[in-house]
């Protein structure tokens, strides 16, 4: 399994720009980038996921640049309910047996 | 949007006693999942399940827990004799199988606080 480092928290305020990066060495070939988020006493919940390039939904972007050794997750003009945990996992569906592996995560925190 | 359904939101149990939570995945997905969380500390993986089989388990998946789906519509995460260090918020979660190598999204419950006295 590809192993998976990332900021453990972050600051911003309302209104900014956030991203997160995450740094992912030994991707394999056939793995996914998925990033999920979770606010306190809540379930994660899938925000966005990406192979290559750029991937873009209504609540974020995703970038990965060619080597795909790392990513960046994009959340534009953030708000307050912002505030949460965002995780970044790697892997491959059935080369893992859906076996979905979270890491320590992001907390990110956004002041007013 | 859909949602996963679990109860008991909250869960007290003596050491020693046995627990089931119970959680009602979406109705047309096939992947199903336990995940626990203790406070403070990341979500942790438990267990996956497809076509009435474990497809993958962690090494906290021991022979105390178990899980099943009873009919066609529950999942249930069994704990046969439970531990002060079970207490923790259990999540489950179901997903649509994958149309390629890339994760389907997985839903996640609202979770059960389990605490262990």
């Known amino acids: 399994l590809a192993k998976t480092t990332q900021p453990i928290s972050m600051d911003s305020y309302e209104g900014q720009e956030v991203n997160i990066t995450c740094s992912h060495n030994?991707?394999?070939?056939?793995?996914?980038i998925t990033w999920y988020q979770q606010f306190p006493s809540q379930g994660p919940r899938f925000i966005i996921q990406?192979?290559?390039t750029k991937v873009t939904n209504e609540v974020a972007s995703l970038f990965i640049p060619a080597d795909r050794k790392s990513s960046t997750l994009s959340l534009p003009r953030v708000s307050l309910s912002d505030t949460a945990v965002y995780y970044c996992?790697?892997?491959?569906?059935?080369?893992?047996?859906?076996?979905?592996?979270f890491g320590q995560g992001t907390e990110l925190s956004v002041k007013p | 949007e859909p949602e996963v359904t679990q109860t008991p939101s909250h869960q007290v149990t003596q050491m020693g006693q046995e627990v089931i939570l119970r959680c009602v995945p979406i109705?047309?997905?096939?992947?199903f999942y336990w995940y626990r969380q203790i406070l403070g500390q990341k979500v942790e993986f438990l267990v996956s399940?497809?076509?009435?089989?474990?497809?993958?388990k962690s090494e906290i998946f021991d022979d105390q827990f178990s899980v099943e789906r009873p009919d066609g519509s529950n999942f249930t995460l069994k704990i046969r004799s439970t531990k002060l260090e079970d207490s923790a918020m259990y999540f489950c979660?179901?997903?649509?199988?994958?149309?390629?190598?890339?994760?389907?999204?997985?839903?996640f419950g609202s979770g059960t606080q389990l605490s262990v006295l």
């Open positions: 979660a179901s997903s649509a199988p994958p149309s390629g190598q890339g994760w389907e999204k997985l839903f």
């Open positions: 030994n991707i394999a070939t056939n793995d996914y």
């Open positions: 990406g192979y290559k």
């Open positions: 996992l790697v892997g491959a569906f059935y080369n893992q047996g859906g076996k979905l592996i």
């Open positions: 109705s047309n997905h096939l992947y």
């Open positions: 399940f497809y076509n009435n089989e474990i497809s993958e």
